[in-house]
């Protein structure tokens, strides 16, 4: 059972609430276990977001980020977590959260999660 990362990522204000303006952060060296193997996996995630009154410090993501890297857990799982977590704390107008993992055993996979923020 996972522990609660959610609590380590930090947020500042967003100085520019009244615009629309992306932003891109790579994480090109994300790493978690195989559920079935314990192998270790790596991928890069791509986190576009544009957000309301918060920002994601970064810091503090490069630390959520490390607590997976003994975590058993799926790609499509993680990468539906991770986007969960970030919209919680964010609570942006749009998150899209892209992992493309290695290669293992001749496949590749990618994964893409996404929040849009509903303006009713």
């Known amino acids: 059972m996972?522990?609660?990362f959610r609590e380590t990522l930090e947020t500042f204000t967003n100085q520019?609430?009244?615009?629309?303006?992306?932003?891109?952060?790579?994480c090109p060296e994300f790493?978690?276990?195989c559920p079935k193997t314990?192998?270790?996996?790596?991928?890069t995630l791509t986190v576009t977001y544009?957000?309301?009154?918060?920002?994601?410090e970064l810091k503090s993501l490069k630390l959520y980020l490390q607590q997976y890297r003994n975590e058993g857990i799926f790609y499509?799982?993680?990468?539906?977590r991770i986007l969960d977590d970030l919209v919680a704390v964010l609570a942006p107008r749009r998150l899209q959260l892209?992992?493309?993992?290695?290669?293992?055993?001749?496949?590749?996979t990618?994964?893409?999660?996404?929040?849009v923020r509903d303006h009713q």
Request: proline share 8%; glycine share 10%; net charge negative.
């Open 98 to 108: 892209t992992a493309a993992f290695t290669p293992r055993g001749g496949i590749t």
């Open 31 to 33: 790493t978690s276990v």
């Open 38 to 43: 314990g192998q270790p996996d790596f991928g």
């Open 50 to 56: 544009i957000p309301d009154q918060r920002c994601v």
């Open 110 to 115: 990618r994964v893409s999660a996404l929040f």
């Open 16 to 26: 520019f609430p009244d615009r629309d303006y992306t932003v891109e952060i790579v």
């Open 2 to 4: 996972r522990g609660d």
């Open 76 to 80: 499509e799982h993680v990468t539906n």
